[in-house]
Every structure is written in C-alpha cells, then in structure tokens.
C-alpha cells in the first residue's frame, strides 16, 4: 500500500483534533469532551481492516495503542481503558482508546449512542492535547 496516497478520513478530520504524528498513526483525539478519548489512524492508503496492515504493521499498530493506552491512563487516571476498532461507519481504519470510570455519563455502557457528545471549548481543548503531549514520548 502507498503511504504517500493517504488521506484522513473527512468524517475523522471533523470529528477529531491533531495531537501528535507517531511512527505509523495520527494520534486524534475526539472533539467530546464526555471521555478522554483518543483515535489512532495508521496512515496506510486503503487500509479498512487490521488485516490490511502487514505483520509490522499490525506489530506497530499494536505498540502506538499501547502508546496511547499509557498516556491516557498517566495524564487522566481511569479506572478503565476501552480500546475498539470499530469503522461502522467510517470504514478509514481507525483505532478508538477511550478513558472510562465507573461515574461517567456513559458508565457501564459503550459511549456511542449513549450521550450527546461535548465539543471542547477553545481552552479546554488546548489544556486536554497538552496534558496529553505532556506524557508521551517526545
């Protein structure tokens, strides 16, 4: 596949802000403000399904969600991580790593379709990306 002919997702790049640029993904988080909730986005052209990346891949992929998975718990300390790759409705393969507790809006239930989501405001949005630069890997 051609890395070169990779394009975000319009649908991600909507719903989603920039927040680092790893070795394989574009590392997102999404605009509700309900979860710290990251998304991973190999940048591999037509890539729909784990199966579409190579053994490295699926290797690297596993090490950016991993990646991922830390920082959330280190800047937000949840008391449980959801990690899914779901792509019903945009197809772009993407990785969902969402911060959960026990007292949240969406608690015990998965948070799609649960609740409305929360934009962030122009600050908040700026705080939660640094907090999360902050702990990972420079």
């Given at each position: 596949?051609?890395?070169?002919a990779w394009?975000?997702d319009?649908?991600l790049?909507r719903?989603?802000h920039?927040?680092a640029?790893?070795?394989?993904?574009?590392?997102?988080?999404?605009?509700?403000a309900n979860?710290p909730?990251l998304?991973?986005?190999?940048?591999v052209?037509?890539a729909?399904e784990?199966?579409?990346?190579?053994?490295t891949g699926?290797?690297?992929?596993?090490?950016e969600i991993t990646?991922?998975s830390?920082a959330?718990?280190?800047a937000f300390?949840?008391q449980k991580l959801?990690?899914?790759?779901?792509?019903n409705i945009?197809?772009?393969l993407h990785?969902h790593?969402?911060?959960r507790?026990h007292?949240?809006?969406?608690?015990?239930?998965?948070?799609?379709?649960?609740a409305?989501a929360?934009?962030?405001?122009p600050?908040?949005?700026?705080e939660?990306?640094?907090?999360?630069q902050?702990?990972?890997?420079?």
């Amino acid at each position: 596949m051609n890395a070169n002919a990779w394009q975000l997702d319009p649908q991600l790049a909507r719903d989603t802000h920039p927040v680092a640029h790893l070795p394989l993904c574009e590392l997102r988080l999404m605009d509700d403000a309900n979860h710290p909730w990251l998304i991973l986005v190999p940048r591999v052209a037509g890539a729909v399904e784990w199966i579409d990346l190579d053994g490295t891949g699926q290797a690297q992929l596993g090490g950016e969600i991993t990646l991922a998975s830390r920082a959330l718990q280190a800047a937000f300390r949840p008391q449980k991580l959801n990690v899914a790759a779901l792509g019903n409705i945009v197809s772009q393969l993407h990785v969902h790593v969402i911060a959960r507790y026990h007292d949240d809006i969406a608690w015990p239930r998965p948070v799609w379709g649960t609740a409305t989501a929360r934009p962030y405001g122009p600050e908040a949005l700026v705080e939660r990306v640094a907090a999360l630069q902050r702990v990972l890997p420079a």
